[in-house]
């Protein structure tokens, strides 16, 4: 299990709606990780999971985008057979398995720097079914992709999927 929290442009445009949804510097560093792993590690089937469609979207252009200049790596996107590459939102995630995922919250900070309340998709009533699906259907690795940590966090309560963010988002060490 690996945590990345993503720095930089991790805040809401300055739009009407103040749309804490799929901030740039996410989408970027999701694209950097999976284009890593595709010349590292091509041999290991790749899922990215997202709690927002609108990231999903948002991650499909930009992936696409990134493969216009690296062709060569078109290649990867086809093999794998069942556990071919996907991005997908935690709701569409139906037994699937994979050999690594990254799951990208999709959230990013108000342009105040606050972290709001709402996840998307670990907000509805299935998340902890479909939180609990995606944790288990990684092999080897998992690479969880935020823009804030636990412990930017505002009070969640006990319940529902959003609580076990501030499990996932605390910082893991590997003791030697």
């Known amino acids: 299990l690996e945590l990345v929290i993503v720095d930089g442009d991790n805040r809401a445009n300055g739009n009407k709606s103040a749309s804490t949804e799929s ?3 996410e989408v970027n560093k999701v694209v950097e990780l999976i284009m890593d792993h595709v010349r590292k590690t091509p041999e290991q089937s790749l899922l990215v999971v997202s709690a927002s469609a609108q990231h999903v979207e948002n991650l499909h252009l930009a992936l696409q985008q990134a493969l216009e200049l690296n062709t060569d790596l078109m290649e990867f996107f086809e ?6 590459f996907e991005i997908a939102t935690l709701a569409d ?4 398995l994979a050999d690594r995922i990254i799951f990208t919250i999709g ?3 108000t342009p105040q720097g606050k972290v709001l309340n709402h996840f998307g998709l ?10 609990a699906n995606m944790l288990v259907s990684a092999r080897y690795r998992m690479t969880i992709v935020s823009c804030f940590s636990a412990y930017d966090l505002p009070e969640l ?3 529902g999927a959003t609580a076990y963010l501030s499990t996932l ?8």
Request: glycine residues 8%; proline residues 11%; hydrophobic residues 25%.
């Open 23 to 25: 901030p740039a510097a």
């Open 79 to 84: 093999k794998h057979g069942r556990e071919k």
């Open 93 to 96: 995630l139906n037994h699937r």
């Open 107 to 109: 959230f990013g900070r």
């Open 122 to 131: 670990l907000n509805e009533p299935e998340a902890k079914r479909w939180l």
């Open 157 to 159: 309560g006990p319940e």
């Open 169 to 176: 988002l605390r910082p893991i060490y590997n003791e030697s």
